[in-house]
């Protein structure tokens, strides 16, 4: 879960995702125990949003209102762009 959480660098970038390109923001809190990642398509209506919290036994997916397998997809397979 960690590997494709850090393929998303925290701030502000862009990425595709079933041929359709998001606007994705990451944020981290608590000593990077915490993670919120949301995701937009530009050119459309679809989003993606989750929450990850690390505990010391566990790493929980929190996805929000929406399919964890959604979630987990769309970590899978985004691909990360550097241009706008």
Excluded: W
Aim: include cysteine; charged fraction near 25%.
């Amino acid at each position: 879960m960690i590997q494709l959480l850090n393929k998303i660098l925290p701030g502000y970038s862009y990425g595709i995702y079933h041929g359709k390109k998001y606007g994705i923001t990451r944020s981290d809190f608590n000593n990077g125990k915490s993670t919120k990642i949301y995701a937009e398509e530009l050119a459309g209506t679809d989003f993606v949003s989750l929450n990850v919290y690390v505990t010391n036994t566990e790493i929980l997916l929190k996805p929000c209102e929406m399919p964890e397998e959604k979630v987990l997809d769309f970590l899978q397979n985004v691909s990360i762009i550097n241009d706008e």
